[in-house]
Nanobody, 118 residues
Framework: VQLQASGGGLVQAGGSLRLSCATS????????IGWFRQIPGKEREGVAC????????YSLESVKGRFTISRDNAKNTVYLQMNSLKPEDTAVYYC????????????WGQGTLVTVSS
């Protein structure tokens, strides 16, 4: 099982980035995929997630209207489009997969660093 997050980088406040999470080794279309972020010294928080069958999405209140999560089942990939970035969005972003809305996330990828300068 692999989840490969990419697309992080350095961007100025107000800018945009698109993160990608390429997956393999599990039935992607049956799994809910989530994006999380973590600032050193702070707890990890869920940013957004997208369902398997109908593509239902949920987002952290502070990113609503700025971040959009989407998935391409043909490519086994989930995206996180991040617009109007703020310095407080600076963190390491991780993608993860779970088979149940109320379950623990089973698989995790390595993180990709997003740095937003003011």
């Amino acid at each position: 099982v692999q989840l490969q997050a990419s697309g992080g980088g350095l961007v100025q406040a107000g800018g945009s980035l698109r993160l990608s999470c390429a997956t393999s080794g599990f039935p992607f279309h049956e799994y809910i995929i989530g994006w999380f972020r973590q600032i050193p010294g702070k707890e990890r928080e869920g940013v957004a997630c997208i369902g398997d069958r109908y593509g239902s999405t949920y987002s952290l209140e502070s990113v609503k209207g700025r971040f959009t999560i989407s998935r391409d089942n043909a490519k086994n990939t989930v995206y996180l489009q991040m617009n109007s970035l703020k310095p407080e969005d600076t963190a390491v972003y991780y993608c993860a997969a779970t088979g149940r809305w109320d379950g623990e996330y089973d698989y995790w990828g390595q993180g990709t660093l997003v740095t937003v300068s003011s």
